[in-house]
C-alpha cells in the first residue's frame, strides 16, 4: 500500500496537469495569434471576398435557364374545325370546345431552357473582377490589422502583469518594513524606555494602513492582468500559468533614425496597402457603373419542349401548339437594359466614393508619419524618464534602509522612515509605471511603422 502511495505520489507529479505552462511574451503573443477569434473573423470576411471574385469571375461563363412542369388540360381529339373534322369544304366553322371537360383531360409536361455565355459586356463584368481582386487585398490586410491589436492586447496583459506583480512585492516589503517598526514602537511604549512616543505608534499603523490599501489594488490589478493574458492565449483558468520574467524590466531601446522607421511605414503599413487597393478598386466600380448602361452581347442555344398524350399534336406551321412541340437553336442575342434617370446618379455616387477614399489617402500619407515620429518620440522620451527614475528609486530605498536602520537604533523618529518609504514606494512605483508606458510604446512603435507583418 506504501509502494502504491509513493508511485501514485510520483505520477501526479510527473502528469502534465501538475506542470506549470511558463510564458514569455513571444510565446504569449504566437499562442494568442493562433486562439484569437478576432483574426479567424477577418479571415473569414477574406473568405467571403475570394468568393466575391469567384463569383465576378463565374458571370462570365455558362448561364444555364432550365424550367420544367407538368400540369392538367382537357383532352382534344380530331382536327381543327367543328366537329374533329381535319378538313372541310364550303361553309367551315372552326372548333370551339377548347374548355369543354366532357373530353376528358390530357398530362401536360413542359420543358424550356437556354444555355448563353456573355460574348461581351463592354467591360463592364471585367471591372467587377478587378474591384473584387482588390478587394481582398483589402480584407487581407485587416487580418494583418486584428494580428496587430492581438499583439498590442498582449502586450498590454503581459507587462501591465508584470508590472502590478512587482507593486505588489513592493507594497509587501514596505508592509513588512512597517509592521516590524511598529512592533519595535510598541514594544518600547511596553517598555516606556523614552524611545518612542504615541505619535510615532499612531504614524507606522497609519502608514501600514495605506500602504496595505496599495497592495490590494495592486493584487486585484495584477489578478485582472493575467485573467486577460488568459483569455487572450487560450490557456483556461484551471491550468497553473507563469510568465518567466521575473521582474519587469525595459525591451532595449531601438538606435534607427526617424526617417527608417516613416520610410517602413508608407512601404509597409497595412492601412496604406488598403488604401491602394482600395483606391483601384473604387475606380474599377467607377468604370463598372459606367458601363452597366451598354448592353450585353451574348451566344449560346435555347429550346422548347412539351408533350400532352391526349391531345393530337397540331402541325401547322402558322399554328403554334403550346401542348406537343419540340423547338431548339443556337442563337446570338443581345440585352439591354437602362435606367436613364437612375444609372447616371449610381455612377456618381461609385465617383464620390472614389474622391472620398481619395482624400483618404492624402490624409494617411500626412497622417502616417505623425503617427509614426509621435510614438517614436515617446518611446525615446519615456526610456530616459524610466531611467532617471531607477536612479531615483535606488537612492529612496537606500535612504528608506538608512532611516529604518536609524529609527532601530534610536536616532531617528517614526515620520523619517514613512518619509522615506514614501519616497520609495512613489519613485519605484513611478519607476514600474514609466518601464510598462515605455515597452506598450515600443510595441505600438513597431505596429505603426508596419513591422509586423
Known amino acids: 500500500m506504501k509502494a502504491f502511495s509513493v508511485c501514485a505520489l510520483i505520477a501526479l507529479l510527473l502528469s502534465p496537469a501538475a506542470r506549470a505552462i511558463t510564458l514569455d511574451l513571444g510565446k504569449a503573443t504566437e499562442l494568442a495569434l493562433n486562439t484569437d477569434p478576432r483574426i479567424d473573423e477577418q479571415r473569414a470576411y477574406r473568405r467571403k471576398a475570394e468568393a466575391l471574385l469567384q463569383e465576378a469571375e463565374g458571370s462570365a461563363g455558362w448561364r444555364f435557364d432550365v424550367t420544367a412542369f407538368g400540369a392538367l388540360t382537357t383532352a382534344v381529339e380530331g382536327g381543327f374545325y367543328d366537329g374533329g373534322a381535319e378538313s372541310c369544304s364550303g361553309n367551315c366553322t372552326p372548333r370551339d370546345d377548347a374548355y369543354d371537360l366532357d373530353n376528358g383531360v390530357s398530362l401536360w409536361t413542359g420543358l424550356t431552357f437556354s444555355i448563353v ?60 518594513r512597517l ?190 508619419p505623425f503617427q509614426v515620429a509621435e510614438q517614436y518620440h515617446l518611446v525615446r522620451s519615456k526610456y530616459q524618464a524610466q531611467q532617471q527614475m531607477r536612479e531615483s528609486a535606488l537612492a529612496a530605498r537606500r535612504w528608506m534602509i538608512a532611516a529604518y536602520s536609524d529609527f532601530e537604533a534610536g536616532l531617528e523618529k517614526a515620520e523619517k522612515i514613512l518619509t522615506a518609504m514614501q519616497a520609495y514606494v512613489l519613485a519605484y512605483g513611478d519607476y514600474l509605471k514609466l518601464v510598462n508606458e515605455y515597452n506598450n510604446h515600443l510595441i505600438q512603435l513597431n505596429t505603426v511603422s508596419g513591422v509586423y507583418e
Not at 455565355?117 to 463592354?122: H, S
Not at 487580418?143 to 502586450?155: E, I, P
Not at 516606556?192 to 501600514?208: E, M, R, T
Not at 527608417?260 to 468604370?287: F, H, I, P, S, Y
Open 179 to 368: 509592521q516590524s517598526a511598529l512592533d519595535l514602537v510598541q514594544q518600547w511604549l511596553e517598555e516606556d524606555n523614552g524611545q518612542a512616543k504615541l505619535s510615532d505608534q499612531y504614524a507606522l499603523q497609519a502608514g501600514l494602513a495605506v500602504v496595505q490599501r496599495y497592495r490590494a489594488e495592486a493584487e486585484g490589478l495584477e489578478a485582472i492582468a493575467l485573467e486577460g493574458l488568459r483569455m487572450l492565449t487560450g490557456i483556461g483558468r484551471d491550468e497553473p500559468l507563469e510568465l518567466e520574467d521575473r521582474r519587469l524590466s525595459p525591451q532595449p531601446l531601438p538606435d534607427r533614425p526617424l526617417e527608417e522607421w516613416v520610410d517602413t511605414a508608407l512601404a509597409q503599413r497595412a492601412e496604406m496597402k488598403q488604401l491602394e487597393a482600395g483606391l483601384a478598386a473604387r475606380r474599377a466600380l467607377v468604370e463598372a457603373k459606367k458601363a452597366s448602361a451598354k448592353p450585353i452581347v451574348f451566344a449560346g442555344v435555347a429550346g422548347s419542349l412539351a408533350w400532352s398524350p391526349q391531345r393530337d399534336r397540331l402541325d401547322n406551321p402558322f399554328v403554334y401548339d403550346p401542348f406537343n412541340h419540340a423547338a431548339a437553336s443556337p442563337l446570338v442575342g443581345l440585352r439591354w437594359q437602362w435606367e436613364a434617370d437612375a444609372q447616371p446618379a449610381r455612377v456618381a455616387q461609385a465617383q464620390a466614393d472614389l474622391d472620398a477614399l481619395v482624400s483618404k489617402a492624402s490624409f494617411a500619407r500626412q497622417g502616417i
Open 117 to 176: 455565355r456573355p460574348l461581351t459586356t463592354f467591360g463592364m463584368l471585367e471591372n467587377y473582377q478587378k474591384a473584387a481582386e482588390q478587394n481582398i487585398v483589402v480584407k487581407q490586410q485587416q487580418v494583418r490589422l486584428q494580428r496587430d491589436t492581438t499583439r498590442r492586447d498582449v502586450a498590454k496583459a503581459y507587462y501591465g502583469y508584470l508590472a502590478a506583480r512587482d507593486a505588489r512585492l513592493l507594497m509587501e516589503d514596505t508592509e513588512k
